[in-house]
């Protein structure tokens, strides 16, 4: 009637036929309008028009597309449609030949592209104030199809925008009876609702599709459309589905490869769907004579919510090679009505010995193989491309654990939508100890990006309670469907990963480079999952960064199977020039709740991990442990040499008969290079303290015995980076005769180790324990007193604190380092020795090298790297550079990973010379390294230079 409308229509019913024949690009139709001017009101209009759209020659140009709605079929001006009154639409599109996918179509619009619009539909339980839709769509006619069919039984295609705050659909009162929405796509196709609602909030508190069909074959049956969406096929932004009722469908063909019941994707691109659902108001009817829902018997990939919230569900929102990938999130509120408050699936309270589940439970599939017998059996159900959580529109941040929850879900939704979970800054970080218990919340691991710390803070989890009660709690009318959302299931077939998946299994996935966890006063309780290649409270996939580690309390806490990890699964530094990764565990103990007594007062311990950590592999990954307050006794073998008075004591000092490690304390293996520092040190008095009364703050190891790396210099406490006279010995306090044997009944510290290099120079190494630092030759590196190289463990140590900032090592530095320009070139800042140096070691509590001679400076590790790169050597012996598993790595930072240079060598070595005026003393290389790896300006003379290793490959 109108080409463009802008007002108010009253009373109107539109009948007759428009025969459209290949139209242009940018073509609307509509049975009202053919596009708005802005605001719209439809009071008691009924739509019952025909319109035949054939397209006999194919129209390649896509733009605008071509829009039918049976009122206005393009809405690109901002403003608000109203329907008031008893409005309907009966119109018929009869579509014939070729429909690609910018031909749109829509019940009551076509497509919509204004910024900012409201479309309101009804009033609820308003017989006066309804929408009722018989769009009838035929596709039997169309020849030709694109990949999308972008249309629908509302609204076809709502584009996407900046903000899907200004742009709201309100549908109170909508019935579909007698509706049919047809599908001609090779890919994807919508249902009653359209395509695509994009940056779009829609607020559903009143729809019943009474009788309605979503055909999804077209041209001769040939093309079947093998991802559906019965409301939509994908939507960003938000919806609330308060009331939303399917009483009679029929759907016999498509879906094979995906079918969501709201939506199929819940994401588009970088954009997410707040999808938020209220359980008792979505009602599905199972097929039962001439009503309920039929589906196709072939299905792909099902969901009664959504089969896709995300392009990786374990991931959330990422950005990989540029491009940024958002996270739909999916909640769904189990409460009787929106009034409830309860946000726990599990919840017990005990009251005069009755115990009472207050908890919510979790979602239950409302069809069954009445609907389809690919539903038989339910092997249909589990759904791994979607995530379920629960209650998230009642949590406050005001809670611990809930505010917890909150942030998580912000980490992992789109941008987009992560506002809609608000928590605080810093929700594991506190003043006083506080507890957070996740008990019975859906919680899930996510990736993190940026530094966090933990501090003050009793965490708890509890995934056997969410396997074992979630999914059996139900509020009526709520019915089980039969099948257990196991968040471990990770197999196929009815043990396929679901919407739970990983539940409870770990504080985070993974852990981006260059990032830094870091735990202050935590204490770790309950249980947690693992599964697959998930292993690991704290980072159950890999972690690529740094974890600090300042008093942390086992509290019981455990995983599920004793197969795995109890911190972290996996350490990798993947490239040479990722950051460097540095693990600074200090003072980790046990408690007594690994530990039962039966009746007889016979304790015991079970093996609850393999060990502490996983596997750590790459080079630059330096790893310090002091404090480690662990039990190392093994579980399945006696032979300990240790009395009954002294397993008591033991017993006593870590709350455990045993380790409740089973194949090492505390990693699996680490593989990595030379450059890498790995130390653990305890001393006399950690173990006993001054009087020998045991405190035993120490872990034994076997290596301490029997190692292969450092054989015969573990044995001893360690002092002040010396050795202490005293033998390092689990039974008595005064061991200064012979070393005690470690070698059986007792874990290692690593379980798998081996001196055998790969390719890149790595091996299994282990943990350097009490081993008395290097020290280095004389000297202070000024002009008039060189560092001495009289071995060539001198070299080879100088070389290790500059190629990646080793620390076990003891140097001579100048007492004050501000004279020393730590970039410029050998010969600026004051170069000369005024007996102004001391003696230095690295000390760990403060992260620098330290000397206890008065008014000595500390230096970091950074300035003495630099240092040395720019200091003078003098050569003093016939020396070797081994190549071995404790070698040379080359003078200055690594080639590969110093692209700016500042860790070159710019020092000056020297030689001294015969009466001839020929070098004296020769430097054989024996390693695969070079004698420099990068230089700027240094100075190498009067030396012989013996290259044993074919070098000719090296980047230098």
Not at 489 to 495: A, D, L
Request: charged share 20%.
């Amino acid at each position: 009637m109108f080409s463009v409308l802008a007002g108010t229509v009253t009373n109107l019913t539109i009948a007759g036929t428009m025969d459209i024949h290949n139209c242009i690009d940018g073509m609307n139709i509509g049975g009202i309008a053919s596009r708005n001017a802005g605001n719209v009101t439809l009071t008691t209009v009924t739509a019952n028009e025909t319109v035949n759209y054939g397209e006999k020659t194919k129209i390649t140009v896509k733009g605008e597309g071509k829009n039918i709605g049976g009122y206005i079929g393009y809405v690109g001006t901002d403003g608000t449609i109203m329907l008031n009154g008893v409005n309907s639409i009966g119109a018929t599109f009869n579509l014939s030949g070729s429909h690609e996918e910018w031909n749109v179509y829509g019940g009551a619009i076509g497509k919509i592209t204004a910024g900012t619009f409201t479309v309101n539909i009804g009033t609820k339980d308003d017989p006066d104030n309804k929408l009722t839709n018989s769009l009838n769509t035929s596709i039997t006619g169309i020849t030709a199809t694109g990949g999308n069919s972008d249309s629908g039984g509302l609204i076809g295609y709502i584009t996407s925008a900046e903000s899907y705050g200004s742009r709201v659909v309100n549908i109170n009162n909508l019935e579909y009876d007698d509706c049919t929405i047809g599908n001609a796509a090779t890919t994807k196709g919508g249902g009653f609702l359209g395509y695509a609602w994009l940056d779009t909030t829609a607020n559903i508190n009143g729809l019943t599709v009474t009788n309605g069909t979503i055909s999804n074959a077209s041209t001769n049956n040939t093309v079947i459309t093998p991802n559906v969406g019965v409301m939509c096929y994908e939507a960003t932004g938000k919806w609330k589905v308060d009331s939303l009722t399917i009483t009679k469908m029929s759907m016999t063909d498509g879906a094979g490869t995906s079918l969501g019941m709201l939506v199929n994707k819940a994401y588009n691109e970088s954009k997410g769907l707040y999808l938020d659902v209220l359980n008792t108001g979505y009602t599905l009817t199972k097929k039962s004579g001439n009503t309920g829902i039929t589906l196709p018997v072939t299905l792909g990939f099902y969901d009664e919510i959504a089969a896709y919230s995300a392009d990786n569900v374990l991931k959330g929102t990422y950005t990989e090679n540029s491009t940024v990938h958002g996270a739909g999130v999916i909640s769904i509120n189990m409460n009787a009505d929106r009034n409830g408050s309860k946000t726990k699936l599990t919840d017990k309270t005990e009251s005069n010995g009755t115990v009472t589940e207050n908890g919510t439970g979790t979602y239950q599939n409302k069809l069954d193989s009445t609907s389809s017998s690919a539903l038989e059996n339910r092997v249909k159900y589990p759904n791994q491309n979607a995530r379920y959580y629960y209650n998230l529109d009642d949590m406050q941040s005001t809670n611990t654990a809930e505010n917890v929850v909150l942030w998580s879900v912000n980490q992992y939704a789109a941008s987009n939508i992560s506002g809609n979970f608000t928590s605080t800054d810093s929700p594991f970080s506190f003043e006083s100890a506080t507890n957070i218990d996740l008990s019975g919340y859906s919680f899930y691991p996510v990736y993190f990006t940026s530094g966090i710390t933990l501090q003050n803070v009793n965490l708890t989890f509890d995934y056997v309670g969410i396997r074992d009660a979630a999914e059996n709690v139900f509020v009526s009318p709520v019915v089980t469907d039969g099948f257990s959302r196991d968040p471990g299931n990770n197999g196929s077939g009815e043990t396929a990963r679901n919407q739970h998946f990983l539940m409870h299994s770990g504080l985070f996935i993974n852990q981006a480079e260059g990032t830094t966890l870091t735990l202050n006063n935590v204490t770790l309780g309950g249980n947690f999952l693992e599964v697959g290649d998930y292993k690991g409270v704290l980072v159950s996939g890999i972690s690529n960064g740094s974890l600090t580690v300042n008093s942390l309390t086992l509290d019981g806490i455990k995983p599920n199977v004793n197969t795995g990890y109890l911190l972290v699964n996996q350490i990798v530094r993947e490239y040479t020039t990722s950051r460097a990764i540095e693990l600074s565990i200090d003072n980790v103990i046990t408690t007594d709740k690994y530990t039962i007594t039966d009746a007889s007062n016979n304790k015991s311990t079970a093996c609850i991990a393999k060990s502490l950590f996983g596997t750590a592999s790459g080079s630059k990954i330096d790893i310090t442990l002091s404090a480690m307050q662990l039990d190392a006794r093994k579980a399945d073998e006696s032979d300990n040499k240790l009395t009954t008075s002294n397993h008591t004591a033991l017993t006593t000092a870590y709350y455990t008969v045993n380790s409740i490690f089973s194949a090492s304390t505390f990693f699996e293996y680490i593989n990595t290079n030379t450059s890498a520092s790995l130390i653990y040190n305890y001393s006399y008095d950690e173990d006993w303290k001054s009087d020998g009364s045991g405190s035993r703050k120490v872990t034994y190891g076997k290596e301490v015995s029997e190692s292969a790396q450092w054989a015969d210099r573990e044995n001893k406490y360690s002092e002040n980076g010396v050795n202490s006279t005293q033998y390092t010995d689990p039974t008595k306090n005064d061991n200064v005769t012979a070393e005690y044997d470690f070698s059986s009944g007792w874990l290692p510290y690593v379980a798998d180790c081996s001196l055998d290099k790969d390719e890149n120079g790595y091996y299994k190494r282990e943990l350097k324990v009490n081993v008395a630092a290097d020290t280095t030759s004389e000297g202070c590196g000024t002009y008039n007193d060189p560092y001495q190289i009289k071995k060539g463990s001198d070299l080879v140590n100088f070389a290790k604190v500059m190629y990646s900032g080793y620390t076990d090592v003891t140097l001579i530095l100048p007492k004050t380092k501000s004279s020393y320009d730590e970039l410029g070139e050998v010969t600026s800042g004051s170069r000369w020795c005024s007996d102004n140096h001391a003696t230095y070691t690295w000390n760990q509590s403060s992260n620098t090298f330290t000397s206890n001679e008065s008014g000595a400076e500390a230096w970091d590790k950074e300035e003495v790297r630099k240092y040395l790169e720019n200091a003078y050597y003098i050569l003093k012996n016939n020396i070797t550079l081994d190549g071995g598993n404790n070698g040379y790595e080359g003078l200055g930072g690594d080639a590969n990973s110093d692209s700016t240079g500042q860790y070159a060598f710019r020092g000056v070595i020297v030689g001294e010379k015969n009466t001839d005026d020929t070098p004296k003393w020769t430097i054989t290389n024996e390693s695969d390294n070079p004698l420099v790896n990068i230089s700027n300006g240094c100075v190498i003379k009067d030396i012989n230079i013996v290259q044993k290793a074919d070098i000719s490959a090296v980047s230098i």
